[in-house]
T-cell receptor
Framework: DVKVTQSSRYLVKRTGEKVFLECVQDMDHENMFWYRQDPGLGLRLIYFSYDVKMKEKGDIPEGYSVSREKKERFSLILESASTNQTSMYLC??????????????FGPGTRLTVT | AQSVAQPEDQVNVAEGNPLTVKCTYSVSGNPYLFWYVQYPNRGLQFLLKYITGDNLVKGSYGFEAEFNKSQTSFHLKKPSALVSDSALYFCAVRKPGNQFYFGTGTSLTVIP
């Protein structure tokens, strides 16, 4: 059973704080993703990683950075949190090759509130 | 532009009736299409996918989806809705390079 875990379910931070969100997967997936989910906007990709130390910007990377030092772990960093980063953050992972299936497996999400 | 659209924010259906949740896509080349479901306070769960082959794809919990190339659609269907199917449903399409576009989601309510 694929498992994707996220470090926190709920997080409250102050404006200007540095925030770390961590994600761990146990399926040896090459790909890992960070999305934010907002009502009426669906899921928007922040960053994507296809291998250790490799990353690509998604649709909304501004104000975020990521780190992937180990295959199973993908961290999202908010360098200086702002109120417009209040959102639900979802991590996902998947295989990279078509024959293994491209479907993503999601963590339970972290609801971040920035005050 | 490459994207996916879910034209209905909300779908209501009576328990036992068939349900359809609509999705259209716009992507170059052969599309790889997916449906996910999100129950309250949970992450998304994979339901089914179309990669190639039969246009009718069967997935988890009795759901199926029909790929229609001429109409660029991938509608999610179920012959008989259950109250427990009430959830948020997302359609997604894979872009070249392993990234995905997600639709804005459709909230399904099954009325007892």
């Amino acid at each position: 059973d694929v498992k994707v875990t996220q470090s926190s379910r709920y997080l409250v931070k102050r404006t200007g704080e540095k925030v770390f969100l961590e994600c761990v997967q146990d399926m040896d997936h090459e790909n890992m993703f960070w999305y934010r989910q907002d009502p009426g906007l669906g899921l928007r990709l922040i960053y994507f990683s296809y291998d250790v130390k490799m990353k690509e910007k998604g649709d909304i990377p501004e104000g975020y950075s990521v780190s992937r030092e180990k295959k199973e772990r993908f961290s999202l960093i908010l360098e200086s949190a702002s109120t417009n980063q209040t959102s639900m953050y979802l991590c996902a992972s998947s295989f990279r090759r078509r024959e293994q299936g491209y479907e993503q497996y999601f963590g339970p999400g972290t609801r971040l509130t920035v005050t | 532009a490459q994207s996916v659209a879910q034209p209905e924010d909300q779908v209501n259906v009576a328990e036992g009736n068939p349900l359809t949740v609509k999705c259209t896509y716009s992507v170059s080349g052969n599309p790889y299409l997916f449906w996910y479901v999100q129950y309250p306070n949970r992450g998304l769960q994979f339901l089914l996918k179309y990669i190639t082959g039969d246009n009718l794809v069967k997935g988890s919990y009795g759901f199926e989806a029909e790929f229609n190339k001429s109409q660029t659609s991938f509608h999610l269907k179920k012959p008989s809705a259950l109250v427990s199917d009430s959830a948020l449903y997302f359609c997604a399409v894979r872009k070249p390079g392993n990234q995905f576009y997600f639709g804005t989601g459709t909230s399904l309510t099954v009325i007892p």
